[in-house]
């Protein structure tokens, strides 16, 4: 199993005067450092989690399908599935119709479940899976733990932007994330 991210989100969680107010910069002058803070405080705060935030198109890879027809969705949290393509052992796609399966919310996450009359016998990764995931379109989607949290990000990474660029983080992590963002924190068990 493997994913790719296919269409970035659209908007931040936070604004740009959103996070320049947390960190009580009035200048025009770190508005593109700002940004790139805001962007890789949101995705460390995704991967953290487990969670995607904002509204984003990516596609799950799968090899293989056990005896139950089912396969764990790695994404949280899902909005919808948009397509599923089954490749065969000569690499010819073929959409699977809306009707051979379905998508059922676990609390074990996500799962994607094929009907009976669906042929499991398929090429190596011959399953694409493409997910809308997110909250929503909109940082109001957003709970506000989690924007605390990439508030805290933001602040503590401006903070040391000296020692390290943006696209070096995280290097260093301020103390009460983790705490932040544990009720949100999918667990997987082995």
Not at 133 to 161: Q, S
Request: glycine share 6%; aromatic share 6%; net charge negative.
């Amino acid at each position: 199993m493997t994913t790719a991210l296919f269409t970035q989100p659209a908007t931040e969680p936070l604004s740009l005067d959103e996070v320049k107010a947390h960190i009580r910069v009035t200048h025009d002058h770190e508005d593109a450092l700002i940004a790139d803070l805001i962007r890789a405080a949101r995705q460390h705060t995704e991967f953290a989690s487990g969670q995607k935030l904002i509204t984003q198109a990516w596609r799950q890879y799968e090899s293989q399908v056990d005896v139950t027809r089912t396969i764990p969705l790695r994404l949280r949290p899902v909005q919808r599935i948009e397509a599923v393509t089954a490749f065969d052992g000569e690499g010819n796609p073929s959409v699977i119709a809306q009707t051979n399966y379905d998508l059922i919310q676990t609390r074990d996450g996500p799962c994607l479940t094929l009907a009976q009359s669906f042929e499991l016998s398929r090429a190596a990764n011959g399953l694409e899976v493409d997910l809308i995931v997110g909250m929503g379109n909109f940082g109001i989607d957003v709970p506000p733990v989690l924007k605390r949290a990439i508030l805290l990000l933001c602040a503590h990474w401006y903070e040391f932007r000296g020692a390290v660029s943006p696209s070096d983080q995280p290097v260093s992590m301020p103390s009460g994330f983790d705490a932040l963002i544990a009720p949100y924190r999918a667990v997987r068990l082995a």
